[in-house]
């Protein structure tokens, strides 16, 4: 059996986001494990399931007895849903991968939106070598001593570093970014990827210093290259 690893839309409609294989696979299923139930709902509703929507399963992450793979171990395939973008990266739902993997079934991942894909192809920045850091600390000090590091892990390895924030900090990042980055290190900040209001500018921190406006409370991700 097989647990299909399902991206979902960063934004706007999952059909214009999705492959036509991906919504025939995803309409094949009746069993899925997902982070939140109710925006799970309106996903699978959006792709047109060929059954009503009560009639699917659907498991919450986390919950408590639940058992995610117990449909693969029945011989039913099984679907993996992320809140946006591709599940398992950043995504609580790399355990139920870990837990596929561990007894031996089948994991296959589904074409779709990666926010940190797609940040890094617009970016102009080394696509060669590129590590994802997750979050930084939230404490502006330790924040700060993690930027210093990835620079300087950037400016060794050649290597672009990428990082995400929650919407309402980053602000607060952006700021520790200017703060203690070195003027010719080159910083992308790419917002509300796939969205009408997306943005994606790369500039050197010092351009950023003199030209930037708060990003607000708006999906962010920040790609960092240092070169020596």
Partial sequence: MILYAIPTPLGGAAKDALSAQALETIRGLKDFVVENAKS???FLAEVGMPCPIREISIEV???????????????RPLGLLSEAGCPAIADPGAAVVEAAHREGFRVMPLVGPSSIVLALMASGLEGQRFAFCGYLPREKADR?????????RSRTEDETQIFIETPYRSDA???SLLEVGKESTRLCIATDLTLSSES???RSIEGWRKNHRPIGKRPTVFLMHAKS
């Fill in 40 to 42: 799970a709902r309106a």
């Fill in 61 to 75: 992450l986390g919950e408590k007895n639940a058992d995610p793979l117990e449909p693969l171990r029945e011989g």
């Fill in 144 to 152: 700060e001593r993690r930027i210093r590091e990835l620079e300087k």
């Fill in 173 to 175: 990042l952006l700021d």
């Fill in 200 to 202: 994606i500018r790369t």
